[in-house]
């Protein structure tokens, strides 16, 4: 059962233009979001994070949008850049039960020059 | 900061085989996890551990995989038996007091194939 949904597995922007990858959840009990970039034979690094009592977090070219009643978020990157290519992986948690991130299955950014 | 460090990189070993792995974090995070990434997934949790206690666990942690963090500094996981479905990434985490759910610094990983 995945909680955390990353449908599209892949995306091909055009260097310059806005990037925006969409991430759905189930658990009605995520109350805190995050967003991972990772690079081939790298870990995961930490992108940009939003608390569910906020609607938006914003972070130089990188902003988060969440949607509490659809349960979903977005990552919205602005202007795209080549060294932007990377896999994009939405987290989420339950902070109050415990310590886990619930990640989902990563999309694919392609930014073409 | 000279990030999470973890060791080796790769490892090929034959079905059956113990192996270890070893996760130093970043010094002043207390809270280091252990995570599994298979190919065209994303990282799935398996331990966590606050200090020397390993506080959670995951039901993918099965009997033959043991996790130690013995000074609160480093961790290291073993995998007794392995078995062909074992092969993954295995990732390293940690985090400073706090929530600690939030931000995660991430190691290179532990690409682990077993033949």
């Known amino acids: 059962d995945q909680q955390v949904k990353q449908n599209s597995p892949s995306l091909s922007v055009q260097e310059g233009r806005i990037s925006i990858l969409n991430c759905d959840y189930t658990?009605?009990?995520?109350?805190?979001f995050l967003w991972y970039k990772k690079y081939p034979a790298e870990g995961p690094t930490f992108l940009i994070s939003?608390?569910?009592?906020?609607d938006k977090n914003e972070d130089g070219r990188f902003t988060v949008f969440l949607n509490k009643s659809a349960k979903h978020l977005s990552l919205h990157i602005v202007p795209s850049q080549p060294g932007d290519s990377a896999v994009y992986f939405c987290?989420?948690?339950?902070?109050?039960?415990?310590?886990?991130?619930?990640f989902g299955k990563g999309i694919t950014l392609s930014v073409r020059p | 900061d000279t990030g999470v460090s973890q060791d080796p990189r790769h490892k090929i070993t034959k079905r059956g085989q113990n192996v270890t792995f070893r996760c130093d974090p970043i010094?002043?995070?207390?809270?280091l996890y252990w995570y599994r990434q298979t190919l065209g997934q994303g990282p799935e949790f398996l331990t966590y551990?606050?200090?020397?206690?390993?506080?959670?666990k995951s039901r993918l942690l099965s009997d033959r995989f043991s996790a130690e963090r013995p000074k609160g500094s480093f961790s290291t996981l073993e995998i007794q038996r392995t078995e062909q479905g074992d092969s993954a990434m295995y990732l390293c985490?940690?985090?400073?007091?706090?929530?600690?759910?939030?931000?995660?610094?991430f190691g290179s990983g532990t690409q682990l194939s077993v033949l």
């Open positions: 939003i608390s569910s009592i906020k």
């Open positions: 551990f606050q200090n020397e206690a390993q506080l959670e």
């Open positions: 987290a989420a948690s339950d902070t109050g039960a415990n310590s886990k991130l619930t």
């Open positions: 985490a940690s985090s400073p007091p706090g929530r600690p759910n939030e931000k995660l610094f």
């Open positions: 658990n009605s009990m995520f109350d805190y």
């Open positions: 010094s002043e995070h207390n809270r």
